[in-house]
């Protein structure tokens, strides 16, 4: 299983010239799993939380592409909270992993990449159930 310390910060290279700065991600190059859906969460109202869950398989890259927000990241034994302030940082979540999204700055932009397709059934919504499925793995 998955702790909070597997998951990690990945410096993606910026690509700097007079017109501005590039980052890319590139499928199981710079990220390490299949990408199968990017998804991007905008116009987040202030004092918005999101997130609450874990997924069951669900990977995922998850990047400040403007703006900050805070993800707090939860194993069930640790916790750690990360803030997410720079468009070439990507956040790599690993499965099993409980987050909490939070303090999105106005305007803020977060784009995530994951390595499977919506599925309602790879969530785990209620922290009990969480607590429950990470003591019995
Ligand atoms: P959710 O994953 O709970 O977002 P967050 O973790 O940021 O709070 O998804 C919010 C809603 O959007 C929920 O009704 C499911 C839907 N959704 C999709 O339709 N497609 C997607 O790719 C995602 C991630 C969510």
Redesign the pocket.
């Given at each position: 299983m998955n702790t909070v310390f597997d998951c990690s910060i990945i410096a993606l290279e910026k690509v700097k010239n007079r017109a501005g700065n590039l980052s890319s991600v590139q499928n199981l190059n710079n990220v390490p799993f299949e990408i199968n859906?990017i998804?991007y969460?905008y116009d987040v109202p202030s004092g918005s939380d999101?997130?609450?869950?874990a997924h069951k398989e669900l990977e995922q890259f998850v990047i400040a592409v403007s703006g900050a927000f805070d993800v707090l990241l939860d194993d069930g034994v640790n916790k750690t909270t990360i803030r997410l302030d720079r468009p070439n940082n990507a956040l790599h979540i690993k499965k099993g992993i409980w987050?909490e999204?939070r303090n999105f700055t106005s305007g803020c932009i977060?784009m995530?990449i994951?390595s499977h397709?919506?599925d309602?059934d790879d969530?785990i919504d209620e922290y009990e159930n969480f607590k429950l499925y990470r003591t019995q793995k």
């Open positions: 859906r998804y969460i999101r997130g609450g869950h987050r999204t977060c995530v994951a397709l919506y309602p969530y």
